[in-house]
């Protein structure tokens, strides 16, 4: 298949802007991806998303599989159609929400028998199981199966789960291959699912070496750095990011999952990092934090129930178009839905705008 | 000042197609006006409203008055503003939502003492009071001080009622007059807040024809049907709106409070009533409950669990232009919040589509 990334520009620093072909959207990178855990990003339209500029848009397997059910979406022609969203999709392995939210998780070399976080009902996950349930899903990239490292953890128990992320990623990979065309729009001819695996490893450099060199000989589509955001300071975090980007293919998509501020991702887009997603936006924002051109705003602050600005007064999505700081104060204080609609659009569209600019920044830079 | 509402056809049958010019809006009647309880329509965008055709919403002056506070609106510059809504606004007097929601109420020859719902604190509603708070506020429409009488009552204690809702009539007019030119937007040559009547008398049609005559004589800007809605069979609220209806100056606006169904308000509009309120499509819409073209659907039920027709197969609005029953289902089923936004814009479209309907069928009609 011909490459799906195409480098326009890259920097000294090591960033780059870059096109990377996905079956239902060319997505313009560095990107960032909000997320829709249950087939809808919370509180926000898809057509309203189509406005703001997102490309793609992320959904959890985890989720998705325990309600409706993957099967229910794959009779429903896949996950694009039954929520109505016409551009790309990724999809998780399900592995970070079996280690966060699920009960009762049992690790073995199979696979993973946890409890749902629904009902208590007992289910098994195995690296092919996982992408069986992506692929009738059928985002537009798909994340081999891994284990999440918790942290802290110690040498041993990192190391422990780096053997299975990598022994799992091999026959994600397996499946993958043997099983992709099963996608529900699978077209032979222009359109593939592509596959990424996740770097696991800790916050210990050399082991994060060891696993991307090794998932990188394995010549996935695509690269993720995982178990960052689980707790770690944000020093490690950048550390992390730092050593493992220069192992990467510079021909192939790289991203970072679960991250994070908006200062972060700014950073991380710089530093090469080409895809993004965080619950952040739309979850702060359901707790009336906004995030402005002037700060964090907590816009249920009784210093903003006469503040006739906008939210953010450099900011023209629809909500800083339309509304006050006052309203959108009143709103949070009498528990009223569009008080989340409302700020959900403001911080996606900070969040999408930050990555327009370092996008043309990049595209501008040496 | 000319005259607000110009008959642009009747029927044999009483239905009239008119056109009310108020302050923010030419309202083409019959009219259907959605429930902005708390300065929203829950959980839809102001924009989206919009975009449905709605001309005219409402404000609870109760709610309003305890949260955020008139005051805080009027220094705000109304209720137009404080919410961005263009277009034209009408508040209740308070009256409805003291009765059926306040706890403690005690009413005197003067006014109202009540607990407030959200805190227990005490409050005194009197006429001028509720004008006074009407007119900060700021609707294009606000409603005479009335005591909505609880059914079933008593004849006695309907008269008694009867008599505080027309005293409580004349003091509002009286304050009105006084002070209408407070309200925010005052203009003298072009725009004028008007204030209508509201029409009680419980069940008993030789009360309802007294008040109306009365009021009439009181000489309103409009008159109000109110007291219906309150837990009465559907025969009597029919009853009751063909006695009064007849009563009412026919270049008056006759708006009939907090009804009602799909086909009640077709066979009301029909009947001459101008104007209608209630919260039914979007309450109804959050508890999964769907009115179309083919009968009300409750959209939560497992039926639907793979059904990808949309909600309504005859209706274009937003949400069955894209969504599907089986996605609005698994919406519901998850606890998503855009099961609340999108069901209720389809119930809002399905109610304006109705009276947009109807108007269409008063203006042909002999």
Redesign the interface.
């Known amino acids: 298949m011909a490459p799906t990334l195409t480098v326009l520009n890259a920097t000294a620093a090591g960033g780059r802007r870059a096109r990377l072909v996905l079956p239902h959207q060319t997505v313009e990178t560095p990107v960032f991806m909000p997320v829709g855990t ?3 990003v ?6 309203m998303l189509e406005s703001l500029g997102a490309q793609i848009i992320l959904g959890n397997t985890y ?1 998705l599989y325990l ?2 059910g993957h099967e ?1 979406i794959r ?2 022609g896949g996950l694009h159609r ?3 969203w016409p551009r790309a999709l990724l999809t998780d392995s399900g592995g970070f929400q079996v280690y966060s939210l699920s009960t009762l998780r049992k690790v073995t070399e199979d696979g993973v028998r946890f409890r749902s976080h629904l009902d208590g009902s007992s289910h098994f996950f195995t690296p092919e199981h996982s992408i069986d349930v992506q692929i009738a899903l059928g985002a537009d990239v798909i994340m081999a199966f891994d284990e999440c490292t918790e942290y802290p953890a110690s040498r041993a128990r990192a190391e422990e789960s780096l053997r299975l992320t990598m022994a799992w990623a091999e026959r994600s990979l397996a499946y993958f291959h043997a099983h992709y065309p099963e996608v529900p729009w699978f077209d032979a001819q222009t359109r593939c699912m592509q596959c990424f695996a996740v770097i696991q490893g800790g916050m210990y450099a050399d082991l994060r070496r060891q696993c991307a060199e090794r998932l990188v000989e394995m010549d996935f589509d695509g690269y993720a750095i995982g178990g960052l955001s689980v707790g770690e300071p944000r020093e490690l975090t950048f550390e992390i990011i730092s050593e493992v980007l220069p192992l990467l293919p510079k021909d192939k998509p790289r991203y970072v999952m679960g991250v994070g501020y908006p200062d972060e991702i700014e950073q991380y887009a710089r530093m090469g990092v080409d895809m993004m997603d965080c619950v952040l936006p739309t979850r702060a924002a359901r707790h009336a934090l906004l995030f402005t051109s002037e700060g964090r705003l907590n816009i249920k602050n009784k210093q903003f ?2 503040d ?1 600005n906008p939210p953010d007064p450099a900011c023209s999505c ?1 909500t800083c178009s ?3 700081r ?2 959108l104060r ?2 949070v ?2 528990g ?3 008080a ?3 700020n959900s659009i403001h911080n996606l569209a900070f969040y999408l705008g930050i990555m327009q600019r370092v996008r043309e920044s990049l595209e501008a830079e040496n």
């Not at 919370?42 to 057509?47: D, F």
């Open positions: 249950q087939g809808t919370k509180a926000v339209p898809q057509g989720h309600r409706p229910l009779r429903m039954f929520v109505s129930a006469e006739q629809p339309r509304y006050s006052a309203y009143h709103l204080q009498a009223e839905p569009l989340a609609t409302l």
